[in-house]
Structure formats: structure tokens, C-alpha cells
């Protein structure tokens, strides 16, 4: 067994002495160690012998073994530093190399707008205000003095949902709940999402933007609506911006208008933004009807009002000289990164 022992030694020094990776240094180790090594079998082997012997060839043997244990620490860790070398040697960083950049998000510039004409309403003392987009019937055009048959309604191209519901066609429904819920004085503008089962070319889409006004109070007139809608303008665009109104018809307002602006393009001389008429159309707005007040519980002998309801996706489009409005839903990143 002695001789065993020494014939073991002398073999795995030998071994460990010409291997030259981990990976082999390690198979190395199990052949000496592992459940089937030799080491181990030998040692599992003492139990035959005498009493005498035992613990002369139990010391051989824990000899052999702390022998042979430090070679292979001793192997592995010149084997681990030069593969490290080599690495290294291999590998290199520069450090003067720029950074890779995380792309951060932005504001779409429909929400950039927005928050611009929101901010411009709120410097006049209005709130915001917002409704659902799934509206009823009655807020989205009975309350509006819209009856059932009455022509406006086809010419909205409603969504009609479960539940006798619509997809809001217009942001007018805020007026109604706001009104319902709120006594005057009244100033609020509600922006945001409307839908009808449009077309879809440089000029229309199934869902757009608008952004409604709504100021009632006693001895409110068509002054105040037209001074209104100039500092907006003017706000917006430009002091030099003016405006224009149209008589129109709006079922919830009476008398009604059209307004629009300057062009901003050319200063009103034409151009091709405003198709050469100098003028941009921006929106609807009036004298809020009485009758619409009264369905939202406002003593009309006693209050009027103004509203007013513009496209903001129009006004985006001017604003970033944008030409096609389903540039502002796609969602093209190389779009979208310009704002
Ligand atoms: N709701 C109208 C539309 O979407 C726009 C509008 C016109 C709103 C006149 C108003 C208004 O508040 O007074 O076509």
C-alpha cells in the first residue's frame, strides 16, 4: 500500500506538473479525490489493514495527499494568473471612447400644444376641465340642443357604442357636466380626444383633438368672446396675429361664429399655408343658447355665455408647419424626435 501511495504521488506530480489549463488541472484533482480516485479508494482501503500498519500508512497517506493537495493549489493559481494575463492582454478598453446615449422620451407635439393653449387660458383665470370619452346621448347632443333627427347629427359621423353610448364627436359634452356641476361664474377650458368615423387623408382622421371654452356669467356678451379669442390669438401666435368672425349656426349657441386667425405664414398677404386666402379657420364659437343653459339648470334670464371649440391638431400643424395631419398619429420616431 506504502508503495501504492508513492507510485500515486509520484504519477500525479508529474501530471499536474504538464498540465496547462484549469479545466484539465481540475479533472486532474478528481482522479486523486473525486468519489472514484485513487487517493480515495486507498484510503478507503485502510480498513483491512492491522492495527500495526494502519497509522504508519494512515501517515504516508495524509502526507501524499497534503502533498498533492498544495501542488494543485499551487498549479491552480499559476493557471488562473495566467489566463488572466492573457485576457488581459487580449482584451482592452478605451476609455476615451464616448458613451453609448439612452434615448430619452419627449412630448408628442400635440400635448406640447395643448399645454401651451392651456397655459395661455390659465393666465386668463380659466380651469381646465375634462369629461369622458364615452359620453350619452344626451350630453353629447340632447343638452346641446341637438334633438333626436336633427340634422348635426349625421353630420358628425357618431360612434355609436354598447349601451346606447356614443364616442364623443365633439369636447361641447364638458360644457353640459360642467354646468350641471358647477354655478357661475363659469371659465374653463376642457382639451382633449374626439372621435367620428371620418375619412382618413392629410386633413382628417377618426380621432382628433379639440379644446373647448366655455365663460358664463351675469352680463356676459359677444365683446368679451371676441376679446377672448384675440389675446388667444395674439398669445399663441404673435401680437401682429388678428382676428376674424363669421356668422355660422351652432345649434347650442345663438347667434354663432366662425373665427378665424391671420395667417402666420404671410401676415394675411397669402400664402401657401392659408392657400392664399390670408386667412386661417380656427373653430366655432357664440353666445351659449339659453336653452342650454336651462338644461344644465342655469337661470338664463339671469346668466349668459360664451363657448368657443377649436382643432388643436390644426393648430399643432401651423404651429410646427406640419403638413399632413397623420404625421401626429403614426408615430414615426424620426417624426417625433424634431420637437
Ligand atoms: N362643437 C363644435 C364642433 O365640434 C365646435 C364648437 C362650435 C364648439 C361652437 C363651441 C361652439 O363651443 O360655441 O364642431
Known amino acids: 500500500m506504502k508503495e501504492d501511495l508513492i507510485a500515486i504521488e509520484t504519477k500525479f506530480s508529474a501530471e499536474i506538473d504538464g498540465v496547462d489549463g484549469l479545466a484539465a488541472l481540475d479533472d486532474i484533482r478528481v482522479a486523486i479525490f473525486g468519489k472514484k480516485g485513487?487517493?480515495?479508494?486507498?484510503?478507503?482501503?485502510?480498513?483491512?489493514?492491522?492495527?500495526?500498519?494502519?497509522?504508519?500508512?494512515?501517515?504516508?497517506?495524509?502526507?501524499?495527499?497534503?502533498?498533492?493537495?498544495?501542488?494543485?493549489?499551487?498549479?491552480?493559481?499559476?493557471?488562473?494568473?495566467l489566463e488572466m494575463d492573457e485576457k488581459l492582454s487580449k482584451e482592452h478598453l478605451d476609455i476615451t471612447l464616448p458613451g453609448i446615449k439612452r434615448e430619452a422620451g419627449h412630448r408628442h407635439p400635440v400635448a406640447i400644444v395643448t399645454e401651451e393653449i392651456c397655459r395661455i387660458f390659465?393666465?386668463?383665470?380659466?380651469?381646465?376641465?375634462?369629461?369622458?370619452?364615452?359620453?350619452?346621448?344626451?350630453?353629447?347632443?340632447?343638452?346641446?340642443?341637438?334633438?333626436?333627427?336633427?340634422?348635426?347629427?349625421?353630420?358628425?359621423?357618431?360612434f355609436y357604442v354598447e349601451g346606447g353610448k356614443v364616442l364623443r364627436t365633439h369636447t361641447s359634452p364638458v360644457q353640459i357636466r360642467y354646468m350641471q356641476n358647477n354655478k357661475p361664474p363659469i371659465a374653463i377650458v376642457a382639451p382633449g380626444k374626439v372621435f367620428r368615423s371620418d375619412e382618413v387623408d392629410a386633413t382628417h382622421s377618426p380621432d382628433f383633438n379639440q379644446i373647448e371654452g366655455l365663460f358664463v356669467d351675469k352680463g356676459i356678451h359677444m365683446g368679451h368672446l371676441k376679446g377672448a379669442l384675440t389675446v388667444f390669438a395674439k398669445s399663441l401666435f404673435g401680437d401682429d396675429i388678428k382676428t376674424?368672425?363669421?356668422?355660422?349656426?351652432?345649434?347650442?349657441?345663438?347667434?354663432?361664429?366662425?373665427?378665424?386667425?391671420?395667417?402666420?405664414?404671410?401676415?394675411?398677404?397669402?400664402?401657401?399655408?392659408?392657400?392664399?386666402?390670408?386667412w386661417i379657420e380656427m373653430g366655432g364659437c357664440g353666445m351659449v343658447h339659453?336653452?342650454?343653459?336651462?338644461?344644465?339648470?342655469?337661470d338664463p334670464d339671469v346668466y349668459s355665455g360664451f363657448a368657443f371649440g377649436m382643432g388643436?391638431?390644426?393648430?399643432?400643424?401651423?404651429r410646427f408647419n406640419i403638413p399632413d395631419l397623420r404625421l401626429l398619429f403614426e408615430n414615426d420616431i424620426q417624426f417625433l424626435k424634431q420637437f
Not at 380659466?126 to 340642443?145: D, R, S
Not at 391671420?262 to 394675411?268: A, E, L, P, V
Not at 339659453?290 to 342655469?298: D, E, M, N, R
Open 38 to 81: 485513487e487517493m480515495t479508494a486507498i484510503l478507503r482501503g485502510m480498513g483491512g489493514l492491522s492495527a500495526e500498519e494502519r497509522p504508519v500508512v494512515g501517515q504516508i497517506a495524509n502526507e501524499v495527499r497534503a502533498a498533492l493537495e498544495d501542488k494543485i493549489k499551487e498549479k491552480k493559481s499559476l493557471l488562473s494568473k
Open 122 to 158: 390659465m393666465g386668463m383665470g380659466y380651469e381646465i376641465a375634462e369629461g369622458p370619452h364615452v359620453e350619452t346621448e344626451y350630453h353629447n347632443f340632447e343638452a346641446l340642443n341637438i334633438g333626436k333627427g336633427h340634422p348635426a347629427r349625421d353630420e358628425q359621423d357618431t
Open 244 to 278: 376674424r368672425f363669421r356668422p355660422h349656426h351652432f345649434p347650442f349657441t345663438e347667434p354663432s361664429a366662425e373665427v378665424d386667425f391671420s395667417c402666420f405664414g404671410c401676415g394675411g398677404s397669402g400664402c401657401r399655408i392659408c392657400k392664399g386666402e390670408g
Open 312 to 318: 388643436i391638431d390644426r393648430i399643432a400643424m401651423q
Open 290 to 298: 339659453p336653452k342650454v343653459l336651462a338644461a344644465c339648470g342655469i
